[in-house]
């Protein structure tokens, strides 16, 4: 899978490029790349927002801004390029982020993220160079980068290998394996702390019986969103 992630700021991905999980993932082939959208903006100075139309406080992120931006990366007329590949455009007013859509742009072989700033992007960023606007969840972060790694993380250890083991991402809160549901409760020793037991099924050694609990907890669990 390829993944870039358009953004102002660079920076932020130097330590996330570090991380375990994503060299795991690069190393089987995998890639993540960071583009500067400052870098080919056609406007003097380095220039990429403006005021808004209308009116009223802050900047917006000029569409033209990041036509050339998509234009000097994919090598095409960008209108056609939610067509040809996932480009997701980060905006708190999107689409949930969920495990569902991370399976989805897991089984993508090619993703965009567009990371915004200021008041965020210009509508038609949205509409005409998106194929998606997904959010993080119901609040107002500073710029998409945080929203960006966010999705990277869940999508990239969904990818077979990133994990240290196999079965780590199968069976996880939300996954299809638990039927949506949250995952059960893990304990590891010691048995007893202050006077609180590990549940008796899981010191059992009956397989079955620890898998039937585990269902049942899974189940029983209320879910941590509403
Ligand atoms: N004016 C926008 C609004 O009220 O919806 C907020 C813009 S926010 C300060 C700047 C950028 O951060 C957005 O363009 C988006 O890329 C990113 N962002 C902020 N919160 C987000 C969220 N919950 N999910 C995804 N992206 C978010």
Same mark, same amino acid.
């Given at each position: &899978?390829?993944?870039? /992630?358009?953004?102002?700021?660079?920076?932020?991905?130097?330590?996330?490029?570090?991380?375990?999980?994503?060299?795991?993932?690069?190393?089987?082939?995998?890639?993540?790349?960071?583009?500067?959208?400052?870098?080919?903006?056609?406007?003097?100075?380095?220039?990429?927002?403006?005021?808004?139309?209308g009116? =009223?406080?802050? &900047?917006?992120i000029?569409?033209?801004?990041?036509?050339?931006?998509?234009?000097?990366?994919?090598?095409?007329?960008?209108?056609?390029?939610?067509?040809?590949?996932? /480009? /997701?455009?980060?905006?708190?007013?999107?689409?949930?982020?969920?495990?569902?859509?991370?399976?989805?742009?897991?089984?993508?072989?090619?993703?965009?993220?567009?990371?915004?700033?200021?008041?965020?992007?210009?509508?038609?960023?949205?509409?005409?160079?998106?194929?998606?606007?997904?959010?993080?969840?119901?609040?107002?972060?500073? =710029?998409?980068?945080l929203?960006? &790694?966010?999705?990277?993380?869940?999508? #990239?250890?969904?990818?077979?290998?990133?994990?240290?083991?196999?079965?780590?991402?199968?069976?996880?809160?939300?996954?299809?394996?638990?039927?949506?549901?949250?995952?059960?409760?893990?304990?590891?020793?010691p048995?007893?702390w202050?006077?609180?037991?590990v549940?008796?099924? #899981?010191?059992?050694?009956?397989?079955?019986a620890?898998?039937?609990?585990? #269902?049942?907890?899974?189940?029983?669990?209320?879910?941590?969103?509403?």
């Amino acid at each position: &899978m390829k993944i870039d /992630v358009v953004t102002l700021f660079p920076g932020w991905f130097a330590w996330f490029l570090e991380q375990r999980h994503v060299r795991n993932a690069e190393a089987r082939g995998h890639r993540l790349e960071v583009i500067d959208l400052r870098a080919t903006t056609p406007l003097q100075g380095g220039r990429v927002d403006d005021t808004p139309y209308g009116g =009223g406080a802050g &900047m917006v992120i000029r569409v033209d801004v990041v036509e050339a931006a998509l234009a000097e990366r994919y090598r095409c007329d960008p209108l056609e390029l939610p067509e040809q590949r996932r /480009v /997701v455009a980060l905006a708190p007013a999107g689409r949930p982020f969920d495990d569902a859509l991370a399976s989805e742009l897991a089984d993508a072989p090619e993703l965009t993220l567009l990371c915004g700033r200021y008041e965020g992007f210009d509508e038609r960023v949205h509409e005409r160079l998106s194929s998606d606007v997904v959010s993080v969840g119901p609040y107002v972060l500073s =710029g998409g980068e945080l929203a960006a &790694m966010v999705v990277c993380d869940a999508v #990239l250890r969904k990818l077979p290998g990133a994990l240290g083991h196999a079965e780590s991402a199968t069976e996880e809160s939300f996954s299809a394996a638990l039927e949506g549901a949250p995952e059960y409760p893990h304990y590891t020793r010691p048995a007893t702390w202050r006077g609180t037991d590990v549940p008796e099924v #899981l010191l059992s050694g009956d397989h079955g019986a620890v898998r039937r609990w585990r #269902l049942e907890r899974s189940r029983a669990r209320a879910p941590r969103l509403p």
